[in-house]
């Protein structure tokens, strides 16, 4: 089985690269978990980003041999730190501004599936929910509203 991706045609003129992006990618973690959990989350977290909004990946990447590689997100991703509260109004104030927004709760710790995963989220409404991590993308004014408090991530 060959996992090698193609590699893109060389560009024949180059789009200037943005110096100050429009929108925000940012992931709020619950600051006491774990080192572990805290990339886990990451991970889970961004992974819906990318599939709720298709055009904050780039292209796919290409070294000088021509071995192919995933596409990533166009711009950086800020991990910012807070207490309980702090993601649970924060969790708020994203859904009254309507931002594409991803959860992981407590409760995903203990699944080992997707399936089971979205079935212990829909079991808790909104206002019980045990926030552990949130992703959300939009545009910077927005994100930084709804983060206000956040740290950024040590």
């Known amino acids: 089985m060959d996992n090698t991706l193609t590699a893109p045609a060389p560009a024949t003129a180059t789009a200037p690269v943005p110096a100050r992006f429009d929108s925000k990618i940012a992931v709020l973690l619950r600051e006491d978990l774990a080192p572990w959990q805290r990339l886990n989350v990451t991970a889970f977290l961004v992974s819906g980003l990318g ?11 290409a070294d000088a041999d021509g071995a192919g590689y995933l596409p990533m997100f166009r711009q950086p ?5 807070g207490g309980r509260e702090l993601l649970a ?3 708020g104030r994203a859904l ?3 931002l594409p927004l991803a959860v992981f709760t ?9 399936r089971d995963n979205r079935a212990a989220v829909r079991a808790v409404a909104t206002a019980g929910l045990d926030l552990v991590g949130l992703a959300l993308h939009g545009p910077r004014n927005a ?3 709804v983060l206000k408090g956040a740290r950024m991530h040590p």
């Open 77 to 81: 991703v800020l991990v910012l730190e």
């Open 143 to 145: 994100v930084d509203k």
């Open 51 to 61: 599939t709720a909004v298709p055009e904050l990946i780039g292209e796919p990447y």
């Open 89 to 91: 109004t924060a969790h």
């Open 96 to 98: 009254a501004r309507g």
């Open 106 to 114: 407590a409760d995903l710790f203990a699944t080992g599936n997707d």
